[in-house]
């Protein structure tokens, strides 16, 4: 990943703005494999949240929490000269970037496998906990062999199913890497907490820009039967798209269908909309 401005992106192509929010514990490398195509149509801005690695630091007064993260991605868009873009977003980033539309700062937003959609105090809340707790846990013991073990295509899709279903496709360095940037995020059992604490969000009454949420089929951490109904119920317009065969992080999975995905979508948005200067 790039940076610009001596901020913690990446920014290539040109187009309309668009701005990529990975999720939970990750950096923007998780859109390396749809960047070249999103840049032939857009400018796209591939952000590394606040508090990750690669992410800036929050500042010491400032709780961790996703208002502090969304606040960040802001500021980033503020640096990049973007009015208002397209945001797409992936699990948590998908919750972000509908906060950044409730802030009046998206073109249209396209969530893939979007968090947020439990209610809090349930089991659904509880069993994300206990899984990114035992999958710290996991990856964690994985590290002192993370390379070799990933050299390997049949471990190394066992070793990833949660995250993708064809982990055998991801490269094994980049493979690696994602384990060892999720065991180093500085703010991974922080964020967590301030997640379960503060709860899902309440409502999005304040976004009226186009709305895709895209889920793959194979999703094995916020499976759609179990966590998009809430969403759907919270953004009654949005449209629906399902990813046949594809896991949590699609972009790894099929990055030609991910990337057609968003960019037919942002194409039908821009006809809809207004164009802002950005």
């Known amino acids: 990943m790039g940076t610009e401005s001596g901020q913690s992106v990446h920014r290539g192509g040109s187009g309309e703005p668009m701005v990529l929010i990975h999720g939970f514990s990750g950096t923007g490398r998780m859109w390396e494999p749809v960047l070249d195509t999103l840049e032939r149509s857009h400018d796209v801005l591939a952000v590394n949240l606040a508090g990750h690695v690669g992410g800036a630091e929050l500042p010491a007064e400032t709780p961790v929490s996703v208002d502090a993260l969304v606040d960040a991605v802001e500021r980033d868009l503020d640096v990049a000269g973007f009015e208002t873009a397209h945001v797409v977003g992936n699990s948590l980033g998908g919750w972000i970037a509908f906060e950044l539309a409730n802030r009046d700062r998206a073109r249209s937003v396209v969530a893939l496998s979007p968090a947020g959609g439990w209610e809090a105090g349930t089991r659904a809340e509880s069993r994300l906990q ?120 699609p ?10 995905t968003i960019t037919e979508f942002t194409a039908r948005a821009g006809d809809r909309v207004p164009a802002v200067a950005g």
């Open 130 to 249: 206990a899984l990114f707790t035992r999958t710290y846990k996991l990856s964690k013991a994985l590290i002192p062999r993370v390379d070799s073990l990933m050299r390997r295509p049949r471990l190394r899709r066992a070793l990833l199913w949660q995250v993708a279903a064809h982990g055998e496709r991801i490269p094994p360095a980049t493979a690696a890497q994602m384990v060892r940037d999720s065991v180093e995020c500085p703010v991974y059992f922080e964020l967590m907490d301030a997640i379960m604490r503060d709860g899902p969000p309440q409502a999005f009454d304040s976004i009226s820009c186009p709305v895709l949420l895209a889920w793959g089929t194979r999703d094995r951490i916020i499976p759609s039967p179990r966590y998009s109904q809430r969403l759907r119920e919270l953004l009654p317009h949005a449209e629906w798209a399902v990813l046949p065969g594809l896991g949590h992080v």
């Open 251 to 260: 972009m790894s999975d099929d990055p030609a269908l991910v990337a057609r």
